[in-house]
């Protein structure tokens, strides 16, 4: 049976991750002279639509998106809203792809508390007002997503030593839901992250009863000072176990320690 949380910031997050989706179709389909064009004009004309309708719609709420200064108010905030407003810009910018998305999440008092991920490209959003089932596992080998452009040298050691299948496809909220929709069992990361890369899609998967952690298993922490994340792991709650020890051989104990490379 589909899990239903109701609550007006479920809501909230999934209208403004569905609507800021919409504007961005519409922005990829104008004629631009190149590819970076497009990719700017997404990033700032989302960016820009979801803080005005926050500033509308959540006037006490403090925001920390990819597009805009970092505002140190946010770090005595009760509440904030963590965006990507285009999270796979060069999937956005190239007009045959759909593994792009936005990320509205809202961090409050403490941790994570709502969140949505619009796939604008395939009409769809899943947020954590109700989250999708877990679909069984697959058989065959563990397959695990991983960047088309940039895929990790961590990864693929992983996949040697587990006999997995490496699963290219585009953004972090693309890979994290890949998880979800049953398409691959694991999404990790180890090259470095921001928390607006991974708020949104770790509050859904939360939401849907799957695993999400840092690399060695410890809580993933949103709203600190430094919005830096080392590594992530989202995957099916069965396989996190093994996942976590598996990788404890292969991540180096520095990078457990969460500073930058």
């Known amino acids: 049976m589909e899990s239903i949380r109701t609550g007006p910031d479920h809501e909230r997050a999934a209208e403004l991750a569905t609507a800021a989706g919409e504007l961005l179709l519409r922005v990829r389909g104008r004629e631009f002279g190149d590819p970076g064009a497009r990719k700017a004009a997404g990033d700032a004309e989302s960016h820009e639509f979801l803080l005005d309708r926050l500033r509308t719609l959540q006037p006490g709420d403090a925001v920390l998106s990819e597009e805009g200064a970092d505002d140190a108010a946010r770090l005595t905030a009760e509440r904030v809203w963590i965006v990507d407003p285009l999270d796979g810009t ?9 593994d ?20 604008p ?5 899943l947020g954590t007002g109700r989250p999708p089932a877990l679909p069984p596992r697959a058989g065959g080998p563990l397959r695990l997503a991983v960047s088309r452009t ?58 849907a009863g799957a ?44 990078r457990n320690g969460g500073g930058r490379p």
């Open 121 to 125: 490209a395939e009409g769809l959003t």
């Open 100 to 119: 792009w998305a936005v990320h509205v999440a809202l961090w409050e008092r403490g941790d994570l508390a709502a969140g949505a991920v619009a796939l």
């Open 211 to 254: 695993h999400a952690s840092r690399l060695d298993g410890s809580p993933l922490a949103y709203n600190r000072p430094d919005p830096w994340l080392p590594d992530l792991l989202v995957c099916r709650p069965e396989l996190a176990a093994d996942l976590i020890d598996a990788l404890a051989g292969l991540v180096p104990a520095d």
């Open 150 to 207: 940039r895929p990790p040298a961590l990864v693929a050691d992983l996949a040697a030593a587990l006999g997995a299948e490496l699963v290219p496809m585009g953004s972090a909220g693309v890979k994290a839901t890949a998880v979800l929709r049953g398409q691959v069992d694991a999404y990790v990361h180890g090259g470095g992250q921001y928390e607006w890369d991974s708020a949104a899609p770790v509050a859904v998967a939360r939401a």
């Open 90 to 98: 060069r999937e956005f910018s190239e007009l045959d792809r759909a």
